[in-house]
């Protein structure tokens, strides 16, 4: 696939991962993913180079995985370690091997070169601290390209139209965007000023009239979006320690290939209303996935146009401006990485 490498994925959510060896598809590639005899997460390449076995079907024998066809034993750094018979190991008989972290409550893993790890993981100052409760999200797979799933995730302006039964708000829709750009980081944003809270906000926020929201989508180069939600009472003031008041979410979405047509999606939320509810978890976990699949549905048939079928050349707007800035963004860091 013709995608970047060097940068941290997620790979699962955590509690996915365990001494029983988990098959994800990743990059197009089959991968398997266990814990060692530490909890330390493990990321292999699936694929026996015997004779083809797939690893997943085998065991974690303390910290190596055993092939389920001839017991041979791969250790975390892909290299084969013990061979049923045999004394000699050939070089050859070894497996990829992706470095990996845990952070948000996911296993990240770094599918290329790993000299050219210069940081951890993402996280964030809210994930754990006080008053901000953590919902961590079924993970899904979008039917689509990850260039369509995060082309969605710069594009605020989508969620009064197909969103109209969630999060959308039709007085929304009319209002311009602001795009700003960094290094690693593209951001689209908003303010609705006097608008009636959207449903979500109705039912948690407790807002008795109008209210200033906001939309925040910042998209961490080149598969990490952060959208930072919420709304005020009219005319209050806006800064963090107000809307840290108020009603506010952090939803992260980690992005990663599954293949050319497909598309890992680990999601969380962080929120500063209901503490530790765990049926406000529940139904918050209901309402995005049912935003989700909105999202799902319509991607889903534009990448049977776009991505399998044929399709004529896209005609952008003035409220693509997120999308324009990350495709040239994502562009320059693959021509980048490719010419090293």
């Known amino acids: 696939m013709n995608w970047i490498r060097d940068a941290w994925y997620a790979v699962a959510r955590a509690d996915e991962i ?57 250790e975390r750094s892909g290299a084969c370690v013990h061979v ?18 845990e952070s948000l409550g996911l296993v990240w893993a770094w599918p290329g070169e790993p000299a050219r790890i210069t940081d ?30 995060l082309d969605n995730l710069v594009d605020p302006a989508h969620t009064s139209f197909v969103h109209r039964r969630t999060i959308g708000g039709s007085d929304a829709a009319d209002v311009p965007l602001q795009v700003s750009e960094s290094a690693d980081q593209i951001v ?8 009636e809270p959207v449903p979500v906000m109705r039912r948690h ?28 009472p009219a005319g209050t003031a806006r800064d963090e320690a107000s809307r840290d008041r108020h ?45 989700f699949a909105e999202d799902m549905e319509l991607l889903e048939r534009i990448e049977k146009i776009r991505g399998v079928g044929e ?9 693509d401006g997120g999308t324009v800035r990350l495709r040239r963004a994502l562009a320059a860091r693959l021509a980048e990485e490719t010419q090293r």
């Open 84 to 101: 049923p018979g045999q004394q000699q190991i050939p070089a050859s008989l070894r497996v990829a091997s992706w470095p990996c972290a």
């Open 120 to 149: 951890a993981p993402p996280g964030h100052a809210r994930h754990g601290a006080a008053g901000w409760t953590c919902l961590h999200g079924t993970p899904l797979i979008f039917p689509a390209a990850i260039e369509r799933v």
């Open 247 to 291: 009603y506010r979410t952090y939803s992260f979405a980690a992005l990663t290939p599954r293949d050319a047509h497909s598309t890992h999606y680990f999601w969380l939320v962080l929120r500063n209303f209901a503490p530790g509810d765990a049926a406000v978890s529940a139904e918050m976990e209901a309402a995005y996935l049912a935003t």
């Open 311 to 319: 399709a004529p050349p896209e005609t952008l707007l003035a409220i």
């Open 188 to 195: 689209v944003q908003r303010w609705i000023d006097g608008s």
């Open 205 to 232: 926020g407790r807002f008795e009239a109008k209210v200033d929201r906001w939309q925040v989508y910042a998209l961490h180069l080149p598969n990490l979006s952060v959208v930072d939600f919420g709304a005020v």
């Open 18 to 74: 365990s001494a029983k060896p988990l098959a994800r598809t990743l990059f197009g590639a089959p991968m398997v993913l266990f814990r060692d005899s530490a909890g330390a997460a493990v990321v292999l390449s699936e694929v026996c180079p015997h004779k083809s076995a797939p690893l997943s079907l085998g065991e974690v024998v303390g910290d190596h995985i055993q092939c389920p066809y001839h017991g041979l034993m791969f």
